[in-house]
T-cell receptor
Framework: SQKIEQNSEALNIQEGKTATLTCNYTNYSPAYLQWYRQDPGRGPVFLLLIRENEKEKRKERLKVTFDTTLKQSLFHITASQPADSATYLCALDTNAGKSTFGDGTTLTVKP | ETGVTQTPRHLVMGMTNKKSLKCEQHLGHNAMYWYKQSAKKPLELMFVYNFKEQTENNSVPSRFSPECPNSSHLFLHLHTLQPEDSALYLC????????????????FGAGSRLTVL
């Protein structure tokens, strides 16, 4: 069956370090993959999208990689700040235009 | 504000009540969605409307009834719900170039927190 797994439910790191979040999937052939950020009491907010033929995408302190052989995406936040503390969701999309979400990783950046 | 507005933000209802959740998007998008978010579970897609037509209904119980009168408004009518239906209900919209294809970047509202007693 199709499955999306994000690494540990919670990730705690020290301010200034790089946070690395993992999204693994099985039995999918996604056309692209997205990362969203969700703060408590709010809806998810789109951050980055990477297509199946792209290896890496960057946006300011954010970097996403996509390895369709390993069936894995890594999401990096460099020089992390307490304001980066939130839950991060990955979503896989086929060309049918439907997004299927992982259950998220809650990141806490400690000062 | 994201451009997607949901009301009410909080709703408490009994199992025999009838209530509705409302969503309005100001982004000119042509697709709207209802997602359910329960604690410790991934977002679950409930309904999709592309070009005002319902194109997806993920085996949602009939006590949830969607309505999309135009491309800017989406409702979720609730009737005789169960306590396990308590969750955060999220509305989202996106611009789909052709039905069933293309990147699907979602813009979410802040959600309606539903508690069923």
């Amino acid at each position: 069956s199709q499955k999306i797994e994000q690494n540990s439910e919670a990730l705690n790191i020290q301010e200034g370090k790089t946070a690395t979040l993992t999204c693994n999937y099985t039995n999918y052939s996604p056309a692209y993959l997205q990362w969203y950020r969700q703060d408590p009491g709010r809806g998810p907010v789109f951050l980055l999208l990477i297509r199946e033929n792209e290896k890496e995408k960057r946006k300011e302190r954010l970097k996403v990689t996509f390895d369709t052989t390993l069936k894995q995406s890594l999401f990096h936040i460099t020089a992390s700040q307490p304001a980066d503390s939130a839950t991060y969701l990955c979503a896989l999309d086929t060309n049918a235009g439907k997004s299927t979400f992982g259950d998220g990783t809650t990141l806490t950046v400690k000062p | 504000e994201t451009g997607v507005t949901q009301t009410p933000r909080h709703l408490v209802m009994g199992m025999t009540n009838k209530k509705s959740l409302k969503c309005e998007q100001h982004l000119g998008h042509n697709a709207m969605y209802w997602y359910k978010q329960s604690a410790k579970k991934p977002l679950e897609l409930m309904f999709v409307y592309n070009f005002k037509e319902q194109t997806e209904n993920n085996s949602v119980p009939s006590r949830f009834s969607p309505e999309c009168p135009n491309s800017s408004h989406l409702f979720l009518h609730l009737h005789t719900l169960q306590p396990e239906d308590s969750a955060l209900y999220l509305c989202a919209s996106s611009q789909v170039n052709q039905p069933g294809s293309g990147a699907n970047v979602l813009t979410f509202g802040a959600g309606s927190r539903l508690t069923v007693l």
